[in-house]
């Protein structure tokens, strides 16, 4: 059964009986026999040879009549499972393996392809792959004849993978290697724990070991340190490691026989510590020259003198040279030594020269602090202000630029010092109460002050000293009385503009005194880019910003939004025109033009309210008082709307109750003069100037001229002198309103129409007089000639628009240009004069609907919305059609 084994490098080979190893017939348990431990080398008490058991069960079934179940072995078993069981061995139970059921629970859907590709790999349920798994040694006993013989120690291999997760670590962001304390993955101790798994390694062996090398290293340390010296003789714990100690260490006396032999050498100390009696010999011609060159060799005569003396030269001319090194250093060493001294000298000299300043300083303030404790400072007496000029000077010329310029000497140290003085001094400035001139005054004398204080010709340090000592101890004084109840901006307008206009004067004249700035590239330049020159106007900036902008014009605003608007209030011009010259800054005019175009409209409202039965009172008021003032200061189309919407309404009713006179000196002409007077001002824009002179004036004239000849033809005469009066008052009267009229095409066609009725009269031509009758329902008022004018105006662009769209290099080809539509107002316009009703605009109150304007169609109210038109019935807003409305009207 058992093959005979051979010793390696031996020929003598040991037979095995076949009676000395008999099987165990106990093992008929199947799991029993399965459980035996396999290798490839197995010991058999001395004996140790290797043995192999043929693995074909039926042979053994037939030499020893053994169970076919002994033999069984699974199929899907590694290469070391299938060698066959050693025979006698009685291995410890095994616990079976425990089988994970989750896995390849999915595989009986399939071939299970996956199951036996692991199982041939050496799966067995549970644990890990490969064959450098974690060996481990177990214990078996050997049995002979049914009695225990020996006790072997076998290694095994645990079927596990690794023990726990691999650790990951994430390094810092732009990190080096090596840098600083991280640890890279590799060196944690969880991931070496798993490489050893991997690897086969027993971990606990591995730790044990380099613990065991640790405390030697320490223990060696620790005689370094106490001083024990190292002796020859071999320690206990190397006899222990070399296992010399054995019976059989003997035999590596042979292989220790063919190694070199080596001298040792070792310090002459420990060899005359050890008292030997034997001759010392004492190499002193250095390492390299071994022992071996000594035996059977004389030493040449003076070869040791020679080497020491040698020895000697090295080592006293590296004592040189260092002696050298040491002498350059200490040199170098006492030339910088000797340069700080001097600096420290300096140093010390420039302290000492600080000092005496600041001590004649101290002595000055000190003279300074007698007015802030036991007098007062007045600027205007000559005395204290020649005094405190004498010390400022004095002050100034103590230091120099550059410790001027360390110490903030003109934006901290001046400010602090003149600061007490100069809040006494403002004790009996009253800002609001003082004259420009006053004001000017002491302003110049604190910029003397601050002359005086800085070097001459230091114009822009004078002016750094002057901001910081207004913007410290001044402008809180101004702020505070502009922003108390004290000043009302509409009572106390002048005091106001007068404090401003003249601070911002006198900061103007300050930074007009500055040198020339550098600015930036005048790209216009001919020669490329110029360099040109320009003033900071820093103190006019600040004055406009602190003053003007956060506090005046706050408190402007907030004082017009609650006007009212009535007779007993100042009128806006009074108190908002005195500063337009200033509200050009930053654009500030912009914001407050539409809460004054409110403003005006509501003093207007109001003023038609207390003026209702006095129209000329109106108008005078209106034009003269509220209006004129701001022709220059609100645009034109501004001005044209206000007048549209509050004045022209009461004007056309005036102008529409007036009353022609055959004789020219009995004719009432003040509404007429008015008219004339407010587009001559500009109230009136040409539009709406002419639509009332035509709708009003010329349309009702033309209708009386016409009555007054068909019923009395032999008034001619007095008819045409009573036209070229009227003629006379609108082309000779007034440049700019004959201007426009002769201008304007209708204008001229009703003069012409009249003249025409005259020249019927005077021929006593009826027929004529008949056909020359003017209409009177169409276009009697202002507001439908206007309309008409604006529409007619609309089609005129148009035509214009289509007029020069037309190139003439494109002329043939097909333009398509998109005009503007008409809207429904204008087809509801043309329906109400095709049936000759009127159709204009409501005066009055109530004027608008939802933010619609409300028509009136004959007598009927209506607005239009979306296309549709309401008709005001039974105190009720109803959409109508045009043919229900042309009843209504």
């Not at 099987?23 to 799991?31: E, G, R, T, V």
């Not at 003007?548 to 939004?561: G, H, M």
Request: aromatic share 8%; proline share 3%; with cysteine.
């Amino acid at each position: 059964l058992l093959r005979r084994g051979r010793r390696d490098g031996n020929s003598n080979r040991t037979s095995v009986p076949k009676q000395s190893v008999i099987l165990n017939s106990d093992a008929s348990d199947k799991n029993q026999t399965e459980s035996l431990i396999n290798g490839p080398k197995l010991g058999l008490g001395s004996m140790r040879n290797k043995m192999n058991v043929v693995n074909d069960s039926n042979i053994m079934m037939e030499q020893h009549s053994l169970p076919e179940h002994f033999f069984a072995t699974s199929s899907s078993s590694s290469s070391s499972d299938r060698t066959t069981k050693l025979m006698g061995y009685q291995a410890p139970p095994v616990k079976p393996l425990k089988v994970d059921g989750s896995i390849g629970t999915w595989e009986k859907h399939t071939k299970g392809i996956g199951m036996k590709l692991l199982a041939k790999m050496g799966y067995k349920g549970s644990g890990g792959l490969g064959a450098k798994r974690l060996k481990k040694t177990t214990s078996m006993d050997i049995s002979h004849d049914g009695k225990a013989v020996t006790s072997e120690k076998v290694e095994v291999q645990e079927r596990r993978g690794i023990s726990r997760p691999v650790e990951v670590v994430v390094r810092p962001s732009n990190l080096g290697l090596g840098y600083g304390n991280f640890k890279e993955a590799t060196k944690l101790k969880t991931n070496q724990r798993i490489e050893a798994e991997v690897r086969g390694i027993d971990w606990e062996k591995k730790e044990a070991e380099e613990r065991k090398m640790k405390q030697l290293e320490e223990e060696k340390r620790i005689q370094r340190e106490m001083g024990v010296r190292s002796s020859s003789l071999p320690d206990t714990q190397s006899l222990l490691a070399t296992n010399s100690w054995r019976k059989g260490a003997a035999g590596n006396k042979r292989q220790r026989t063919t190694e070199k032999k080596k001298y040792k050498i070792v310090s002459y100390q420990d060899i005359l510590g050890e008292g030997t009696s034997k001759e010392l010999v004492v190499d002193m011609r250095g390492a390299p020259i071994s022992l071996d060159s000594q035996q059977g060799e004389k030493p040449l005569l003076g070869e040791e003198l020679l080497h020491n003396i040698t020895f000697l030269l090295n080592m006293y001319e590296n004592k040189l040279h260092s002696t050298s090194h040491f002498v350059r250093s200490s040199r170098s060493k006492a030339i910088s030594l000797k340069s700080e001294l001097e600096a420290l000298k300096r140093q010390q000299l420039e302290i000492k020269s600080r000092r005496e300043k600041l001590e004649k300083v101290q002595r000055m303030i000190q003279e300074i602090e007698v007015y802030s404790e036991e007098k007062v400072f007045d600027i205007y007496d000559v005395q204290d202000y020649s005094h405190v000029g004498t010390i400022l000077e004095s002050i100034s010329s103590i230091f120099t630029q550059e410790e001027k310029k360390s110490l903030n000497f003109f934006t901290a140290f001046l400010p602090s010092l003149l600061g007490p003085l100069v809040d006494q001094a403002t004790q009996t400035w009253d800002p609001l109460h003082t004259t420009s001139v006053d004001t000017h005054d002491f302003l110049s004398k604190l910029l003397d002050l601050c002359s005086k204080a800085t070097s001459p010709g230091h114009l822009q340090s004078q002016a750094i000293l002057l901001g910081q000592l207004f913007v410290i101890y001044l402008l809180p004084r101004v702020k505070r009385d502009l922003e108390s109840s004290n000043w009302d901006p509409m009572a106390h307008v002048e005091s106001g503009v007068i404090l401003y206009e003249s601070l911002l004067s006198f900061m103007k004249t300050v930074d007009a005194s500055q040198p020339l700035k550098q600015g930036g590239d005048d790209s216009t330049s001919v020669f490329g880019t110029e360099l040109h020159l320009e003033r900071e106007n820093r103190l006019a900036t600040m004055i406009q910003d602190a003053i003007f902008f956060d506090v005046i014009y706050p408190k402007l605003l907030r004082t017009l939004k609650g006007y009212k608007g009535d007779s007993a209030e100042v009128s806006l011009d009074k108190w908002i025109i005195p500063w337009l010259p200033h509200l050009n800054y930053r654009s500030l005019l912009e914001n407050m033009l539409p809460e004054l175009k409110r403003k005006i409209q509501g003093t207007i409202l109001h003023a038609s309210k207390s003026t209702s039965e006095s129209d000329a009172l109106f108008f005078h008021h209106t034009c003269e008082i509220v209006l004129k003032p701001w022709v220059q200061v609100i645009n034109k189309s501004s001005i044209h709307t206000i007048t549209s919407d509050c004045v022209a309404p009461r004007l056309g009713r005036a102008l529409s109750k007036i009353s022609f006179e055959k004789d020219f000196s009995d004719q009432d002409l003040t509404f007429v003069n008015i008219l004339m007077e407010c587009h001559r001002l500009g109230l009136l824009s040409n539009s709406l100037y002419l639509s009332l002179m035509e709708g009003e004036i010329l349309r009702p004239f033309s209708y009386f001229m016409h009555n007054w000849l068909k019923n009395d033809q032999k008034a001619a005469e007095k008819a045409a002198l009573l036209y070229f009066r009227w003629r006379y008052l609108f082309f000779k009267n007034c440049q700019k309103s004959s201007n426009v009229i002769s201008s304007d095409s209708m204008i001229c066609r009703i003069f012409y129409g009249i003249l025409l009725i005259i020249n019927a009269a005077s021929t006593s031509d009826s027929m004529k007089l008949d056909e020359l009758e003017p209409s009177r329902a169409n276009y009697t008022t202002y507001q439908a000639v206007e309309a008409r004018r604006a529409k007619e105006k609309r089609l005129e662009e148009e035509e214009e628009e289509l007029a020069g769209k037309v190139d003439p290099s494109t002329y043939g080809r097909r333009q398509h240009v998109v005009s503007r539509g008409a809207i429904f107002k204008d087809v509801v316009e043309d329906f109400a004069h095709h049936n000759s009703i009127p159709f204009h605009p409501k005066l009055g109150s109530n004027t608008m609907k939802d933010g619609k304007i409300i028509y009136m169609f004959g007598k009927a109210q209506i607005y239009i919305d979306t296309n549709v038109v309401f008709v005001m019935e039974a105190g009720d807003w109803k959409p109508v059609s045009l043919n229900d409305l042309l009843n209504l009207a």
